[in-house]
């Protein structure tokens, strides 16, 4: 389990394609402190470390997370927003998140709102009753709120703070970005989906 905040940016430093991919990843991590076996949220994908050495840890992704995720599109030097899984007693600063990747949605344009920047993206027609506004979502492993949801989309506001201390500081529209939805809103939808049938 996450929390939606992002401890350290990496880089895709290798990408070895075989029967899975193999990702090698830059990261200030200690790898001295990571287990292998260990599993680490990748711009929201939970996964697990196969291989370390200092200055960086090896995951592998199935071709299924390939399919389901962004990740088909990493390549050599891609920013990934990194966190570590919690430990009992961690603060939950963000909300819960599992690093089950429910669909991509991409940035449809970023415009300047005070300090902030404001993002909208597109949401697929099956995740838009589990969105909300106020709630919560996990973008590329980012917990945020949403400010407005609508036909089109849902737009959410990207504080200073976060623009720096993840990869939305330098992301553009049309980039894809992988979307988690709010377990608390799946089980409420899933509980009042029983109460019509």
Same mark, same amino acid.
């Given at each position: 389990?996450?929390?939606?905040?992002?401890?350290?940016?990496?880089?895709?430093?290798?990408?070895?394609?075989?029967?899975?991919? /193999?990702?090698?990843?830059?990261?200030? #991590?200690?790898? %001295?402190?990571?287990?292998?076996?260990? =599993?680490?949220?990748?711009?929201?994908?939970?996964?697990?470390?196969?291989?370390?050495?200092?200055?960086?840890?090896?995951?592998?992704?199935?071709?299924?997370?390939?399919?389901? =995720?962004?990740?088909?599109?990493?390549?050599?030097?891609?920013?990934?927003?990194?966190?570590?899984?919690?430990?009992?007693?961690?603060?939950?600063?963000?909300?819960?998140?599992?690093?089950?990747?429910?669909?991509?949605?991409?940035?449809?344009?970023?415009?300047?709102?005070?300090?902030?920047?404001?993002?909208?993206?597109?949401?697929?027609?099956?995740?838009?009753? #589990?969105?909300?506004?106020?709630?919560?979502?996990?973008?590329?492993?980012?917990?945020?709120?949403?400010?407005?949801?609508?036909? =089109?989309?849902?737009?959410?506001?990207?504080?200073?703070?976060?623009? /720096?201390?993840?990869?939305?500081?330098?992301? %553009?529209?049309?980039?894809?970005?992988?979307?988690?939805?709010?377990?608390?809103?799946? #089980?409420?939808?899933?509980?009042?989906?029983?109460?019509?049938?």
């Amino acid at each position: 389990m996450f929390t939606g905040i992002v401890t350290d940016i990496g880089r895709v430093d290798k990408v070895e394609p075989t029967g899975d991919t /193999k990702f090698v990843i830059a990261s200030q #991590y200690d790898s %001295a402190l990571i287990a292998i076996g260990a =599993s680490i949220c990748c711009s929201g994908v939970c996964l697990t470390v196969v291989d370390k050495a200092p200055g960086w840890f090896a995951v592998t992704a199935s071709a299924e997370t390939l399919a389901c =995720s962004n990740l088909g599109g990493w390549g050599l030097g891609t920013a990934i927003n990194l966190e570590r899984a919690l430990k009992v007693g961690d603060e939950l600063g963000g909300h819960i998140v599992s690093g089950h990747v429910d669909g991509v949605v991409e940035i449809t344009g970023i415009e300047s709102d005070g300090d902030s920047l404001r993002f909208r993206f597109t949401l697929p027609d099956e995740l838009a009753p #589990y969105v909300a506004p106020k709630g919560s979502v996990c973008l590329d492993g980012v917990s945020l709120t949403v400010n407005e949801v609508d036909e =089109s989309g849902f737009g959410i506001n990207i504080i200073p703070h976060t623009q /720096k201390m993840t990869t939305f500081g330098t992301a %553009a529209a049309g980039d894809r970005i992988n979307l988690e939805i709010d377990v608390l809103a799946r #089980y409420v939808a899933r509980l009042a989906q029983k109460e019509t049938l």
